[in-house]
């Protein structure tokens, strides 16, 4: 049932019903005989569904006869959009590391989707935007989603639903960034 703890050795149901997921003392705090679910617990759920959302999108990618572009670098693309951005703003909006963002961008520009320019301002530093090879599988990608998000909302409560666990992801979030920021939390 959601909104309410599970009991100690019981199962609690993943948001979409799919699956049940075990809750154990290593993964919830025992509290008067309930579950609580930890920050750990819910850190390593947000990973396993990004791994999933990237196992879509390489399903996605295949359906389009897209093989020269990997999930994770379609999410650099989103990531960057419709803007002109820095390297550097681009691995501060994303959280991506150096290293794995500079080879994966090497492999967008070499396979035609990022066009890389000097900037105007800073010879040293380049400026990132999408090609319209790299729009036109975007849009696509979203024409995708946007099917599947219609097909999966049912009624209004799937759509309240949707609403309230991204904002108690972006509260998260800012939680998370307040206490590295200020070690609060």
């Known amino acids: 049932m959601p909104g309410k ?10 948001p979409v019903g799919s699956e049940r ?8 705090i025992e509290s008067g005989g309930d579950a609580v679910v930890t920050h750990l617990e819910i850190a390593r759920l947000i990973e396993r569904a990004h791994r999933r959302f990237l196992d879509l999108l390489r399903v996605e990618l295949t359906r389009l006869g897209t ?5 994770s670098q379609v999410m650099l693309l989103f990531t960057i959009g419709t803007d002109e951005l820095s390297v550097r703003d681009l691995l501060e909006r994303g959280h991506y590391l150096g290293s794995n963002a500079s080879y994966n961008l090497k492999q967008l520009v070499d396979a035609g989707y ?12 380049a400026r990132l ?18 099917t599947v998000h219609r097909q999966s909302m049912r ?27 200020y070690g609060e939390g």
């Open 21 to 28: 997921l075990p809750m154990t003392s290593s993964t919830a």
């Open 155 to 181: 009624d209004e409560t799937d759509a309240h639903e949707l609403n309230v666990a991204y904002s108690v992801l972006r509260r998260l979030e800012m939680l998370w960034t307040g206490s590295l920021r």
């Open 67 to 71: 093989d020269d572009i990997s999930p």
């Open 129 to 146: 935007r999408l090609t319209a090879k790299a729009s036109g599988l975007c849009d696509a990608i979203r024409a995708m989603h946007d």
């Open 114 to 125: 990022v066009h890389r320019s000097a900037s105007l301002r800073d010879r040293r530093s």
């Open 5 to 14: 703890p599970a009991k100690s050795g019981t199962n609690i149901d993943d």
